[in-house]
Nanobody
């Protein structure tokens, strides 16, 4: 069964850190470009970060550049999103997604084939 499962969300104070995990089953995640998206209540889905399957190139939204880092752990079939210096505006449900159709970085959500169920991140004091 093809599946993506996110974990690692939670409640953290401003300035804190979280590491989100996106674990794949039923396929080899290293063969896929993986993106992280988020959606806050009342707002549209936002592209956060991406790592390509071709050469490991990465993309970050301006709002998270310098604070977030995406990486792969191929042996665990997992992609991580390390989030540092979190801000209240980072509060959202975070989703990972995977596509085999594009080997390069892409943040166009309709191009992603598989999606996880999401994990809640809340940044509040």
């Amino acid at each position: 069964q093809v599946q993506l499962v996110e974990s690692g969300g939670g409640l953290v104070q401003p300035g804190g850190s979280l590491r989100l995990s996106c674990e794949a089953s039923g396929f080899t995640l290293d063969d896929y470009t993986v993106g992280w998206f988020r959606q806050a209540p009342g707002k549209e889905r936002e592209a956060v970060s991406c790592i390509s399957s071709s050469d490991g190139s990465t993309y970050y939204a301006d709002s998270v550049k310098g604070r977030f880092a995406i990486s792969r752990h191929n042996a665990k079939n997992t992609v991580y999103l390390q989030m540092n210096n979190l801000k209240p505006e980072d509060t959202a449900i975070y989703y990972c997604a995977a596509t085999a159709r594009f080997k390069a970085v892409t943040m166009r959500a309709p191009l992603y084939d598989y999606w996880g169920q999401g994990t809640q991140v809340t940044v509040s004091s």
